[in-house]
């Protein structure tokens, strides 16, 4: 057993304190259902964790008229399952009911979740198999390996790995953008730039330094957000990760006829990705099935598939076409 040090700050100036004065390698702390996981399987060996699970003030919900304000220790649970956050933004409310189980989700923080890290098996699976992620510089197993689960969009010739997780999908979709506090002070960065494709440096997926801590997800109120649905599939219907999934936002005018309109897609790519073209397609033709398969189709007109996951593009379309109907269905004309 690896020991380490574990600090409980009191307040968030404490935390920021702590974080300034932390060893190199020392990790925050949330619920621990993915930092105690990887350190278990010797991915991560922090000398330090600061423990931000019940730091006062930083797990409250707010929905005012013009933005949603969630806690980054707000409880997954407690996030999906607010009555407002139901009622007018479903996707946001779906993409955490359809994540975990409900002993994790009333564990896991909704600032955890952003930074999870991903679940290919190669990585996960120990030091034996080549993997830049968590060894930079030996290879990728995955490419022309066993890659059913790998990303199709966002992949390098040093990593395909997909970014597991389904909130960020959701916030992606509502540009959200996310509150960091550091030694320098307080920024924001919008969630579209948290994250990053693995280019030639895999091992770098997020763009916050190691002593920034997320205090706060702020979401743009949208009358979009009646008409939203995060639709997940996967190989079975509780508890698993996504083959595909898809947030969708959108407006119908009185005829029928598509207005705003925003779409983003989870377990298809290395990070949250954002289908531009798709959700410039939409806007001013008529709610279809022809036209809402043709947004699932523009939204994969860029996939790379592998050996095994060939398949999850014509899956990855049906869940845009899916989403985009249940999301019209939705929207109050
Ligand atoms: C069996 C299983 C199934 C799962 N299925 C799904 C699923 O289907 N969909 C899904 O989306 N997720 C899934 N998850 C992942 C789960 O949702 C995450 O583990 C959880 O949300 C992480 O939150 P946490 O508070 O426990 O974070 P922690 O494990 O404490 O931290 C996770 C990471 O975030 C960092 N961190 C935490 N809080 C902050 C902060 N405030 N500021 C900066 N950095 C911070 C930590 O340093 C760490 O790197 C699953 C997990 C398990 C174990
Ligand atoms: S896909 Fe990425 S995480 Fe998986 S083995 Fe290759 S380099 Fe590692």
Redesign the pocket.
């Known amino acids: 057993m690896r020991s380490f040090a574990y600090v409980v700050p009191e307040t968030v100036d404490a935390a920021v304190d702590a974080l300034r004065s932390a060893v190199p390698g020392t ?11 990887l350190m278990k399987l010797g991915i991560e060996a922090p000398p330090a964790v600061i423990d ?1 699970h019940r730091l006062p003030g930083l797990d409250g919900i707010e929905a005012g008229a013009d933005e949603l304000v969630f806690g ?2 707000a409880r ?1 649970a407690d996030v999906a399952d607010h009555p407002v956050v139901r009622a007018d933004y479903p996707a946001l409310s779906e993409s955490l009911w ?4 409900q002993q ?1 989700r009333n ?3 909704v ?3 952003l ?2 890290r991903t679940r290919c098996a190669y990585f996960r699976g120990g030091p034996e198999f080549p993997c830049n992620k968590r060894n930079p510089g030996s290879g990728c197993a995955a490419i022309g390996g066993h890659d059913r689960a790998h990303a199709l969009l966002g992949g390098s010739d040093a990593c395909i790995a997909t970014y ?4 960020a999908i959701a916030l992606l979709a509502f540009d959200a953008v996310v509150d960091v506090v550091g030694p320098d002070g307080e920024r924001t960065v919008p969630l579209a730039e948290l994250h990053v494709e693995p280019g030639d440096d895999p091992a770098r997926e997020h763009t ?1 330094a190691a002593d ?4 706060r997800i702020r979401v743009p109120a949208t009358a979009a957000g009646r008409g939203s649905t995060y639709h997940k599939i996967r190989d079975r219907e509780s ?3 996504a083959l595909a999934s898809t947030a969708v936002a959108l407006t119908l005018d009185e005829q029928g006829v598509v207005g705003e309109c925003r779409i983003a897609l989870g377990g298809v790519a290395t990070r949250p990705w954002r289908a531009t073209a798709a959700e410039e397609y939409l806007p001013g033709r008529a709610m279809t099935p022809e036209n809402a398969r043709r947004a699932g189709e523009i939204a994969f007109e860029g996939a790379r598939p592998g050996n095994y996951n060939g398949f999850r593009v014509e899956l990855g379309i049906r869940t845009v076409a899916d989403a985009v109907r249940i999301a019209g269905e939705r929207a109050t004309r």
Do not use: C, H
């Open positions: 990790k925050i702390l949330a619920g621990g259902t993915t930092l105690y996981d931000v980054a220790g997954m359809r994540a975990a189980s994790l564990m896991a923080t600032g955890g979740n930074l999870q597991p997780g389904d909130w916050l920034e801590l997320i205090v508890y698993a990760f």
